[in-house]
Structures are given as structure tokens and as C-alpha cells.
Nanobody, 121 residues
Framework: QVQLVESGGGLVQTGGSLRLSCAAS????????MGWYRQAPGKQRELVAA???????NYADSVKGRFTISRDNAKNTVYLQMNSLKPEDTAVYYC???????????????WGQGTQVTVSS
């Protein structure tokens, strides 16, 4: 089993910054892509940013230039630096990772429990 534990959410004013972290632990042979998703009340979960094992990144258009995703493979951790936050960024942010099992060498997707980000106007 694999656990993803997120941290770093909270309440911030418009224009402020937050840094989210997500650490993976458990039965891990290798982690392929990792990403951050968010879900606002009444809306579908959407991709915010993703990063491959080779550090290629992609972002939702709404966060380009404001958010930066990065990862530390030695720590099995992915980060999301969020700058110039807007009220529309308010959502629960979820970490996602594609993890290769050491026993089967099959890859599975795992989700974190989510962390609330609230941006006040």
C-alpha cells in the first residue's frame, strides 16, 4: 500500500502565497508522474499541474505563470508553489501519484486526502 500525505494548505489573502507538499510512503519501487488536482464546491475535480519522472511539467491555463510544481525524488515528495493567489483558487487540493509496486512492477494511481486552500478577497 501507498500513502500520500498532503500539507501546507490554509487561509490566505488575495495576492498571497502558499506552498503545498505531498509525501508518498509505503511500498514504492518507483514513482512515475505526480500531480495536483483541485475541487471547488459544486465543481468537478480538475488538473492543476503535473510533473513526470523526467521533470516535464504541464499546467492548467488558469494557473500558468503563478503556480510551480516540483518534486524531490529522494524524498518521494511533490510540491506546489502557489503565488498571486486569487479567490477562484479556493478549493480542496489533492495530490496524485502513479506508483510502481516493487512486488508486481505494476503501476497504480493513488490520491491524498486533500488539503483546503482558501483565498479571501
Amino acid at each position: 500500500q501507498v500513502q500520500l500525505v498532503e500539507s501546507g494548505g490554509g487561509l490566505v489573502q488575495t495576492g498571497g502565497s502558499l506552498r503545498l507538499s505531498c509525501a508518498a510512503s509505503g511500498s514504492i519501487f518507483r514513482i512515475n508522474a505526480m500531480g495536483w488536482y483541485r475541487q471547488a464546491p459544486g465543481k468537478q475535480r480538475e488538473l492543476v499541474a503535473a510533473i513526470t519522472s523526467g521533470d516535464s511539467t504541464n499546467y492548467a491555463d488558469s494557473v500558468k505563470g503563478r503556480f510551480t510544481i516540483s518534486r524531490d525524488n529522494a524524498k518521494n515528495t511533490v510540491y506546489l508553489q502557489m503565488n498571486s493567489l486569487k479567490p477562484e483558487d479556493t478549493a480542496v487540493y489533492y495530490c496524485n501519484a502513479n506508483v510502481v509496486s516493487p512486488s508486481s512492477l505494476n503501476a497504480h494511481f493513488y490520491w491524498g486526502q486533500g488539503t483546503q486552500v482558501t483565498v479571501s478577497s
